[in-house]
C-alpha cells in the first residue's frame, strides 16, 4: 500500500505533468475521443491512427490537473505500436490498482510514480482519462 503521507505531487509527478508526449491534435484521425472527469473538470482528448491494427500515430489535448498530466504522459509515452486490446488491459489494470482489487503496477513503466494517490479516490477519474480516452479512440479506429 501507498505511504498516505507520501505528498501527492511529488517532483516526478510535475515532471511529467510538463512533458507530455504526442501533445497536439491530428488532422486526420481514424477515431477521437474525449474523456471528462466530472469531479474536477479534468479532460483528455486522444486522437489516434491504426496500421495493422497497432496505434501508429497519437494526439493528445490534456486539460488535466497534475495527476491527470502525468498519468496521460505515461501512457502517451509508450502506447505507440501496441494494439487495442493491450491499451483495454492496461486500462483495466490501472482501474483495478487504484480501486484497491490489484497491488500490480508493474504492467505500465513509470506507474509507481501515480502510487501516493491511490488514497483519494477523488483522483482517481482524473487519473485514468489518459487510458481511458486512447483505449477507446484506439478501440474505435480498429472497428
Not at 466530472?38 to 497497432?54: F, K, L, N, Q, Y
Not at 501512457?75 to 505507440?80: F, K, N, P, S, V
Request: glycine share 8%; hydrophobic share 45%; with cysteine.
Amino acid at each position: 500500500m501507498g505511504n498516505m503521507n507520501a505528498p501527492l505531487y511529488n517532483k516526478d509527478i510535475l515532471r511529467l505533468a510538463a512533458s507530455i508526449p504526442h501533445q497536439g491534435r491530428l488532422t486526420a484521425p481514424q477515431a477521437s475521443v474525449e474523456k471528462r472527469s466530472p469531479t474536477c473538470g479534468s479532460r483528455v482528448t486522444a486522437d489516434v491512427r491504426m496500421r495493422d491494427g497497432r496505434v501508429s500515430d497519437l494526439g493528445l489535448d490534456v486539460k488535466a490537473c497534475a495527476l491527470g498530466q502525468a498519468s496521460a504522459a505515461l501512457m502517451a509515452a509508450q502506447a505507440i505500436g501496441l494494439n487495442a486490446a493491450e491499451l483495454a488491459e492496461a486500462r483495466d489494470r490501472l482501474t483495478a490498482y487504484l480501486s484497491g482489487e490489484s497491488d500490480d503496477l508493474d504492467f505500465w513503466p513509470g506507474l509507481a510514480v501515480l502510487a501516493p494517490a491511490r488514497g483519494y479516490p477523488a483522483r482517481h477519474a482524473s487519473i485514468r482519462l489518459g487510458f481511458e480516452a486512447i483505449a477507446e479512440a484506439a478501440r474505435m479506429a480498429d472497428a
